[in-house]
């Protein structure tokens, strides 16, 4: 009898058992909990990221014949955008000199997309639409020298870049580089650091995502900067030896394919693609340095970041002479008479009478005047 009773005991725990295991190991359980989590970790981003964006000071735009440029914060280390987009139009902002203010606001277009801009109260999102509205409102226009074959290449050239290495790129930046991009993102508060890795995880899940979608990410990491590889090899190849990607005078595609390729001379240290720009593929950093210098002046660089080197612990430090070896300077390389004079008189720092603040309204940090007299006696008439 007592051998009876254990038995059915352990045929009901049994029976416990199997069901408690039955609904852990139910599809519905587990996805109602994983719903739960992420809405509950969503909804408290999106608390946190309204705080912060409450405390900051309220402004009142007018884009009455004034280009408003919402995009993302500034990062900390100086590069102007973590995002090659914002950084394409403020370039090519600047390329075609035309003043504008920025918005660091965070919010997105209506139709989920940064940067956007506004402009006699048009709201216009999507960079190539952006230089197209530019080009019908205000009659610029970088590629109006170039010939309908050479358009047709620009296009091509742009869909690779847009569309296939940004992905590579994204992948550096927010997979496999996520903790170190996470400290470039600029935040003050007392809740900077929660709040810093639960957008930098969020935006990290999301390119993941959006990358299996695009199809890309359905590749191994080797896979993925293969290709990555590639593109930046044939863009390389297409850039040569000379000055600009269509020849000698510059088009919408240089915007363009700065924003990306900044990223990986200046965001992603001791990774693949800054070993492959700052070494095999110097001509691409003296593509990126030659924009730099000249549409973004208050942008100061360290000397030593301009090339790879493997060895940094060993190597004491950059030098010009080092640099002139990899060929990253040329006096051959100068603007021309002709673009000297429109540069130097489009792009001074011209102040409005109300307005404390230049055309470009730029934040970028500059470095000390002691920093730039230095720069100023290790290279004192090299021009990029």
């Not at 408290?44 to 990221?49: D, N, P, R």
């Not at 918005?103 to 109260?121: A, C, R, T, V």
């Not at 290449?153 to 590579?168: I, N």
């Not at 993102?185 to 899940?205: E, I």
């Amino acid at each position: 009898m007592v051998m009876m009773n254990v038995f059915l005991h352990f045929r009901s725990c049994s029976r416990d058992y199997g069901g408690i295991m039955s609904v852990l190991g139910s599809d519905s359980w587990w996805k109602k909990t994983l719903y739960i989590t992420g809405g509950a970790l969503l909804a408290a981003a999106a608390y946190l990221l309204h705080e912060l964006l409450a405390i900051r000071k309220e402004q009142e735009l007018d884009s009455k014949d004034a280009i408003i440029l919402h995009q993302f914060s500034r990062p900390k280390n100086g590069v102007p955008s973590l995002s090659p987009f914002c950084l394409k139009i403020e370039t090519y902002l600047r390329m075609v000199d035309l003043p504008y203010q920025n918005y660091f606001d965070g919010k997105l277009s209506p139709q989920g997309k940064m940067p956007w801009i506004e402009y006699n109260h048009e709201q216009v999102s999507g960079s190539e639409f952006i230089v197209d509205f530019l080009e019908e409102k205000l009659g610029v226009n970088l590629n109006k020298n170039l010939t309908p074959q050479e358009r047709a290449v620009s296009r091509a050239v742009t869909k690779m870049v847009e569309e296939h290495l940004y992905w590579t790129i994204a992948y550096c930046q927010w997979v496999d580089n996520l903790e170190e991009t996470q400290k470039l993102l600029a935040m003050s508060g007392p809740l900077s650091d929660t709040l810093k890795w639960l957008l930098s995880h969020l935006n990290g899940s999301m390119v993941r995502r959006e990358m299996y979608g695009h199809g890309i990410g359905r590749f191994s990491k080797e896979e993925v900067y293969a290709l990555m590889e590639k593109d930046m090899r044939t863009l390389a190849t297409l850039l040569g030896d000379k000055k600009y990607f269509m020849g000698s005078k510059m088009s919408t595609l240089d915007a363009t394919v700065f924003g990306h390729l900044a990223q990986a001379m200046w965001t992603l240290p001791g990774t693949r693609p800054e070993q492959l720009i700052k070494g095999e593929l110097i001509n691409l950093a003296m593509f990126c340095e030659r924009m730099r210098r000249r549409f973004w002046p208050e942008w100061f660089v360290e000397v030593e970041d301009l090339y790879y080197d493997g060895d940094s612990e060993s190597s004491g430090g950059g030098s010009p002479t080092g640099l002139l070896d990899f060929g990253l300077f040329s006096r051959t390389d100068t603007l021309d008479d002709s673009d000297a004079s429109s540069h130097s008189a489009g792009h001074t720092h011209t102040h409005s009478p109300d307005s404390d603040h230049s055309l470009f309204d730029s934040d970028v940090g500059t470095g000390s005047d002691n920093d730039i007299q230095l720069k100023e006696e290790l290279m004192p008439d090299l021009e990029v």
